[in-house]
């Protein structure tokens, strides 16, 4: 099984970025499908995740500014972050579930992404 987490890089504040997460080696469209992040010298932060059949989640501090899709066809789930602010800078994990739940808890999920840096500047 690998996610492979994609599309992080170097954006102003108030900028956008869409992260992709891709699955392969196992089912995808039945998993629960989340994404944290780590800032430095911080704890891993929940931010999003998705259900097998679209149900969403979110932190708070992310609502109305990210958004969490999946497409099953392309074993892809997608993270679109905008009016991204310098606190949003961390490296960025995707993780599945394999029992479809989707969860704020990181214990939950199976599979996790290699992680990919976002950084925003001020």
């Known amino acids: 099984v690998q996610l492979q987490a994609s599309g992080g890089g170097l954006v102003q504040a108030g900028g956008s970025l869409r992260l992709s997460c891709a699955a392969s080696g196992r089912i995808f469209s039945l998993d629960g499908m989340a994404w944290f992040r780590q800032a430095p010298g911080k704890e891993r932060e929940f931010v999003a995740a998705?259900?097998?059949?679209?149900?969403?989640l979110y932190v708070d501090s992310v609502k109305g500014r990210f958004t969490i899709s999946r497409d099953n066809a392309k074993n892809t789930v997608y993270l679109q972050m905008n009016s991204l602010k310098p606190e949003d800078t961390a490296v960025y994990y995707c993780?599945?579930?394999?029992?479809?739940?989707?969860?704020?808890?990181?214990?939950?999920?199976?599979?996790w992404g290699q992680g990919t840096l976002v950084t925003v500047s001020s």
């Open positions: 993780a599945a579930d394999q029992d479809g739940k989707y969860t704020s808890d990181y214990v939950e999920y199976d599979y």
């Open positions: 998705i259900s097998w059949n679209g149900r969403t």
